[in-house]
């Protein structure tokens, strides 16, 4: 079909993207879909022709009826009477357009499934018998294929022409097609596990070309803390987590993305809630009264809430986890308990690319407890009385109504739980200038009866070259998090621990399908709560959270090789509560007053950092030096008030309550710090790391306030050396060791000092607050100092297809920060905290990774 247009016509339109939707179904439910940006047409569409001497508009039938491209041109602009001969097997239409049209007046453009003729018109020409056109850049088609150097296509290889937005995505068989801007432009090709190359076109038509394979990440770049080293180059034992690795399994929280992917690190569920609240414990246990957290730093900016459940796994690029005390020195008092690093996603070179995936899983119960029926329980209670001599008469007569009820609690208190996640990601941008937005839905029903979760999140990363001498960067993220939860933790009395230990003869629900209870006391008395789902179902219990995350960073090019660097963060987390107990009265479970509980928890980060980063090269030598300054801020706000005497479930707000009870607290605090980091290579064989940070915080007093925490570590790369050098077997062989001293400080703020707290007592007869002390400081505090020694060796075999760690780490922690038992007639509730006591992990990690095989070993 052709289109003949007119003399006025329309503009190219804008290369569309197109998305592909993969659907798989398990189970009968849909567990995972995908959409992604398709490949063009144009460029896995290839047909076979045999034509001699033929018109071009016969070739442009020929097309057409062969494939779904349809042609739009001028009749003036295209010469459709010249004779061409073509003869083709299986070859890309655009291939063949640029054979018939490269070298003539009439230029071509792909546009989806449509091509676009049109006349060539020379500048400053004034031939009026042509119909005036835009004039245009020439352009100049250039088709190739990418491969391994075994010859294996790389299908989704990323071809992009170097200094434009223009790319394309190699298809299955590894064929591209690319119009670029001029005959000298320059292609860069990259393929996950390849090494990124720059091919020069030089007026050529068709290129092909190969990749060789990196060597095992050596090359890639670790964050490290205030910096980034190369894999190779460092001394200390980090383990990485790459984008690649994080996305080859479905995650729905941050928790489940760390699981199981580095040595040494243990993750804990520390509740059943939907929440995902989890404990991360890197080489064991080093405190026993002071947190055993990790030290969680985002894009900069070290975290002080415990949540991470609302971070997007999504939108997470790498995490970092640094483990002995020459990687972890440079945070100083914060690290003893290790550092884990998370950076997100930034934008990249090319078009515009919008994607969306979405994950769908059902949740149940791995296991149920096997507990005993009610003829069961009768007939035990039977035989225990009678052991005790006490009369069996209630349990005497199984068909007493009582005996008639077995409930299966685990099944009437559950369901099957839902998740489902939607992500979706914008990203593009130039060499200069990248630039990445995402957003993301979850919603989740608990397995447990009335708990369920949403969150809602946005992100936003932008990165500029400003000029020679200037970057800038700048993350934000947003989180809205409502939730419904149960009592206490979920598998506490009230819940799912309640229900393996409650009778099974207790009713459920009476016969209008209300929530019911034994009656009479006259019926075995089996306590309060006789009916687990009551104090489930009956509560309001709304949790709702809100986050924002962001820095703003800037790079300074001072000289060559001398760069400043600026960091300012901030982590807001704004936590609202609300619980309402209503009136009810249910059998003999009864509440009489109903009660409200609002809460409202506010915890304000702030931390800037300055860095000053020179690197110089002399011959064989390698020097880069660390300078840095650092202060951070926070405040923790913690309101809660307690109202009783509702008298109708309808008045359930706090305003309606007849009795109140307040509580509040506001903690300020900080850390100032300075630190230096030394890194030195000789000949890429022999390096050497040294770390040196002081730490001064407002939780201890002023005469311990301040803390020095070095560090060293060496490195000898063996497979560098000439004998290793060489081999095609062994292309990695690194030793290291190193030893340093890091802090903790993780203990309540102002332990240092005598607090007062108010406390409501009776005065004759009334009721008064007096104020008294609520604990005993201690102005000896310190920190608590963590002194370890790590061992290890990295090595890689069969160009990385194999490669691993080993190391041998022993850590020591001394003065620590202990509660100190003392006589009740003190008149103090918390006892004092003091550096008592030491706690000693030793072990040996071993890790071993492979690469699937792709060609030749």
């Known amino acids: 079909m052709k289109k003949i247009l007119d003399q006025k016509r329309w503009s190219y339109p804008l290369l569309k993207l197109s998305l592909k939707m993969k659907i798989s179904m398990l189970f009968m439910f849909l567990v995972l879909f995908t959409m992604q940006a398709k490949s063009s047409y144009a460029q896995r569409t290839k047909i076979t022709l045999d034509l001699d001497n033929v018109t071009v508009e016969r070739l442009i039938d020929e097309i057409e009826s062969k494939t779904d491209f349809h042609f739009v041109y001028q009749i003036k602009e295209v010469d459709l009477d010249r004779r061409v001969s073509v003869k083709a097997n299986k070859e890309l239409v655009t291939s063949i357009l640029e054979r018939i049209f490269g070298n003539t007046r009439t230029t071509h453009n792909v546009v989806d499934k449509q091509i676009f003729l049109k006349g060539r018109r020379a500048v400053g020409s004034t031939d009026d018998s042509t119909v005036p056109i835009e004039e245009t850049t020439p352009q100049m088609m250039v088709v190739g294929t990418v491969t391994d150097n075994t010859g294996t296509p790389l299908p989704g290889a990323n071809v992009v022409e170097k200094g434009t937005t223009n790319g394309v995505t190699a298809d299955f068989d590894g064929n591209f097609s690319i119009e670029v801007e001029k005959e000298d432009a320059v292609l860069e090709v990259s393929y996950i596990g390849y090494a990124k190359k720059e091919v ?4 050529q038509t068709t290129v092909n070309i190969t990749l060789e394979e990196s060597a095992a990440g050596l090359d890639e770049v670790v964050v490290v803390g205030y910096g980034v080293q190369k894999k190779s180059d460092i001394t200390g034992a980090v383990s990485n987590i790459s984008e690649e690795k994080l996305q080859s399994r479905p995650t729905a929280n941050f928790s489940d993305a760390l699981q199981g992917r580095s040595s040494g690190v243990q993750i804990r569920q520390s509740g059943g809630d939907l929440e995902g609240k989890f404990q991360i414990a890197i080489r064991g246990v080093g405190s026993v009264t002071g947190s ?3 030290l969680i730093v985002v894009d900069g900016v070290p975290l002080i809430s415990a949540s991470f459940s609302t971070i997007n796994p999504k939108d997470i690029s790498s995490i970092d986890i640094l483990k002995d005390a020459s990687a972890t020195a440079i945070y100083g008092s914060r690290a003893a308990n290790g550092v884990v690093i998370i950076t997100t996603k930034k934008g990249t070179v090319g078009k515009p690319q919008l994607t969306y995936s979405t994950d769908f899983s059902v949740e149940h119960i791995s296991e149920r407890y096997d507990v005993m029926s009610t003829e069961q329980q009768r007939l ?3 035989e225990a009385f009678k052991n005790s001599n006490r009369s069996t008469a209630v349990y005497d007569d199984p068909s007493n109504p009582i005996w008639q009820v077995d409930n299966d609690w685990q099944e009437l208190g559950t369901r099957t739980g839902i998740r489902q996640i939607h992500n979706f990601n914008y990203s593009g941008g130039t060499e200069n200038t990248q630039y990445s937005a995402s957003a993301s839905y979850q919603n989740r029903k608990g397995i447990l009866l009335n708990t369920d979760l949403q969150t809602y999140s946005l992100r936003t990363n932008l990165s500029s070259q400003v000029n020679d001498w200037l970057k800038i960067s700048t993350n934000i993220t947003g989180s809205y998090q409502p939730q419904n939860y149960s009592q206490g933790d979920s598998w506490g009395a009230t819940g799912y621990r309640g229900f393996v230990y409650h009778h099974s003869y207790t009713p459920a629900y009476d016969e209008n399908g209300e929530l019911a209870n034994i009656e009479t006391s006259s019926a075995p008395y089996f306590g309060a709560n006789s009916n687990p789902l009551v104090p489930l179902l009956l509560p309001t219990r709304e949790l709702n959270t809100t986050r924002l995350l962001g820095n ?7 000289m060559e090789g001398l760069f400043f660097n600026t960091n300012f963060g901030g982590d807001l987390v704004r936590v609202e509560g609300y619980t309402y107990s209503p009136i009810y009265e249910i059998g003999r479970m009864i509440n009489n007053q109903g009660s409200v509980t609002v809460s409202n928890n506010s915890d304000t980060n702030w931390v800037a950092d300055a860095t000053l980063d020179y690197t110089k090269q002399l011959n064989k030598h390698n020097f880069k030096l660390l300078l840095g300054v650092s202060a951070q801020q926070f405040l923790l706000r913690r309101t809660s008030a307690f109202g009783t005497g509702t008298i109708d479930n309808a008045l359930n707000q706090l305003s309606n309550q007849t009795s109140f009870n307040s509580t509040g607290s ?20 022999y390096l050497l790391t040294a770390t040196v940070r002081r730490d001064g915080s407002s939780r201890f007093g002023p005469d311990k306030r301040y803390g020095v925490f070095p560090s060293a570590s060496v ?3 063996v497979s560098q050396e000439d004998f290793l050098k060489n081999s095609t077997v062994l292309n990695d062989l690194k030793f290291r060791v190193s030893y340093g001293l890091t802090g903790n400080q993780n203990i309540g703020n102002f332990e240092f000092i005598t607090r007062a707290a108010s406390t409501p007592y ?6 008064v607050v007096g104020n008294s002390a609520s604990n005993i400081g201690n102005p000896s505090l310190q920190w608590e100092a963590n002194k370890q020694l790590d061992i290890g060796v990295d090595f890689a075999f069969f160009k990385s297809r194999i490669s691993g760690t080993i190391d041998y780490y022993d850590k020591k922690s001394e003065d620590l920060l202990i509660q100190n038992p003392i006589a009740l007639t003190a008149g103090v509730p918390n006892p004092p905290i003091v550096n008592i006591g030491s706690v000693r992990n030793s072990g040996i990690e071993f890790a071993i990774f492979t690469r699937n095989l792709t060609g030749k070993f």
Not at 552 to 558: D, G, H, M, S, V
Not at 762 to 767: D, E, I, K, Q, S
């Open 200 to 203: 020069a076109v030089n007026g």
């Open 292 to 294: 055993n957290d990790p």
């Open 380 to 382: 035990l209670f039977v």
């Open 552 to 558: 703003f960073q800037t790079n300074i090019k001072l």
């Open 666 to 685: 506001n903690v300020k605090g900080g850390l100032a710090s300075t630190f230096a980091r030394l890194n030195y290579g000789f000949d890429d064989k």
């Open 715 to 717: 490195a000898w790369r």
């Open 762 to 767: 009776v005065f004759g007869n009334t009721v």
